[in-house]
Each structure stands twice: as structure tokens, then as C-alpha cells.
Nanobody, 124 residues
Framework: QVQLVESGGGLVQPGGSLRLSCAAS????????VAWFRQAPGKEREGVSC????????RYAGSVKGRFTISRDNTKNTVYLQMNSLKPEDTAVYYC?????????????????WGQGTQVTVSS
């Protein structure tokens, strides 16, 4: 059973930064696409960023491009989301996800395994 554990969320002022972590047990994240999604109250879940296995190709939603950076540390079996220049509209619960049935390029489509989420609140 895949276990994904997110951490690093919290309260930050506009313009601030946070780094989210997605740690895995019982699966090697480097072998599968890993994505970050977020869901704000009253809104649909949206894909934020993802990283592909093998070549590490990354994708970003337009709303975060240039501000967020996804990366992977294979030695720690962890995927990170560095979030800079945070805005109030970035406030949401952030989830990481992967899918053991997929080994190709990442995208924001269906994923089978999810973490429990971590709250990010951007407010002054």
C-alpha cells in the first residue's frame, strides 16, 4: 500500500515562501509521475505541478509558473514543492499524488494514490 505524507504547510504572509514535502514509503517515487494538486474551499481540485520519472520533466499550472518549483530528492524518496511569492489565492489544501500504474510523462489527470493533504494559508 502506497503511503504519501505531505508536510510543510502553514500560515504565511503574502509574498512569503513555503516548501512542501511529499515523502513516500513502500514505493520509489523516482519511478512514477508525482503531482501536486490543491483544493480551495468551494473550488474544484486543480493540478499545480508535476514531475515525470526518468527525465524529471516538470509541468506547472499557469497560475504558479515562475513562482513554484517542483523537485525530487531520490536519496530521501521525497518530492518537494517550493512556493515563492505566495498570494492569498494560493490558499488551499495541497495534496501530492502518484500512480503505480503509470510510468510515463506526468500530467494533471487521474492519479490513484494520494496523501492526506497539508493546509497552506496565505494571509496578512
Amino acid at each position: 500500500q502506497v503511503q504519501l505524507v505531505e508536510s510543510g504547510g502553514g500560515l504565511v504572509q503574502p509574498g512569503g515562501s513555503l516548501r512542501l514535502s511529499c515523502a513516500a514509503s513502500s514505493v520509489t517515487l523516482a519511478w512514477y509521475p508525482v503531482a501536486w494538486f490543491r483544493q480551495a474551499p468551494g473550488k474544484e481540485r486543480e493540478g499545480v505541478s508535476c514531475i515525470s520519472p526518468k527525465d524529471g520533466m516538470t509541468r506547472y499550472a499557469g497560475s504558479v509558473k515562475g513562482r513554484f518549483t517542483i523537485s525530487r530528492d531520490n536519496t530521501k524518496n521525497t518530492v518537494y514543492l517550493q512556493m515563492n511569492s505566495l498570494k492569498p489565492e494560493d490558499t488551499a489544501v495541497y495534496y501530492c499524488a502518484t500512480d503505480l500504474l503509470r510510468m510515463g510523462v506526468c500530467d494533471f489527470n487521474q492519479y490513484g494514490d494520494w496523501g492526506q493533504g497539508t493546509q497552506v494559508t496565505v494571509s496578512s
